[in-house]
């Protein structure tokens, strides 16, 4: 069974913290792992993703760690906003799947003032 | 400017009637995808296509069912509403660039069963 285990369900940080978001998954032959923010009343948007050659991507604020040995994987956010309060998922695909991708259960993030 | 739209954004049926989503693309993308987000379980996956003419089923298909006649569209039909039916539905397309597999997704349709 493909899936992918992602945790917390929910996280509360304070302004200027930092956020981190986990994800397991099963399938070795996954080769790409975005992370997807969505914010209440919209669809889900691609934030930053990686493959599995390298073990960390930074954009900004936003870091994704990747432990292949482990088949882990994280989102980090540094400095943590209000405007950063949404649902974000990870996901996990397969490129001899043809972009299908298997999302987690995906983690509600409020960032208080 | 390119965009993925769903219609309706909102509908309410009863059980047993047959309810049709649109979704449809501008990007000109190749894949099309249809998932459904409840609590708990995040997107799940109910059909999706990889060009005209092909279908294939996701993880949670049972009591759906989609047609591609053209790249533009992929509508998603419930054959006989039930209330476990009830969720958010989205629709996402993609296109197998090199390096890049995102996925862009519409905005949504709630749809209720009452």
């Known amino acids: 069974q493909q899936q992918v285990k992602q945790s917390p369900q929910s996280l509360i940080v304070q302004k200027g913290g930092i956020s981190i978001i986990n994800c397991a998954y099963e399938?070795?032959?996954?080769?790409?792992f975005p992370w997807y923010q969505q914010f209440p009343g919209k669809g889900p948007a691609l934030l930053i993703a990686i493959r599995p050659d390298v073990s960390e991507k930074k954009e900004g604020r936003f870091t994704i760690s990747f432990n292949k040995s482990a088949k882990q994987f994280s989102l980090h956010i540094m400095d943590s906003q209000p405007g950063d309060s949404a649902t974000y998922f990870c996901a996990a695909g397969d490129r001899n799947q043809g972009g299908k991708l298997i999302f987690g259960q995906g983690t509600e993030l409020s960032v208080k003032p | 400017d390119a965009e993925i739209t769903q219609s309706p954004r909102h509908k309410i049926t009863e059980t047993g009637r047959q309810v049709t989503l649109a979704c449809h693309q501008t990007w000109n993308h190749n894949n099309m995808f249809w998932y459904r987000q409840d609590l708990g379980h995040g997107l799940r996956l109910i059909h999706y296509?990889?060009?005209?003419?092909?279908?294939n089923k996701g993880e949670v298909s049972d009591g759906y069912s989609v047609s591609r006649s053209n790249t533009e569209d992929l509508p998603l039909t419930l054959e006989s509403a039930a209330s476990s039916q009830t969720s958010v539905y989205f629709c996402?397309?993609?296109?197998?660039?090199?390096?890049?597999?995102?996925?862009?997704f519409g905005p949504g349709t709630r749809l209720t069963v009452l």
């Open positions: 296509s990889y060009g005209v003419q092909d279908t």
């Open positions: 399938n070795t032959a996954f080769d790409y």
């Open positions: 996402a397309s993609s296109d197998r660039l090199y390096g890049t597999d995102t996925q862009y």
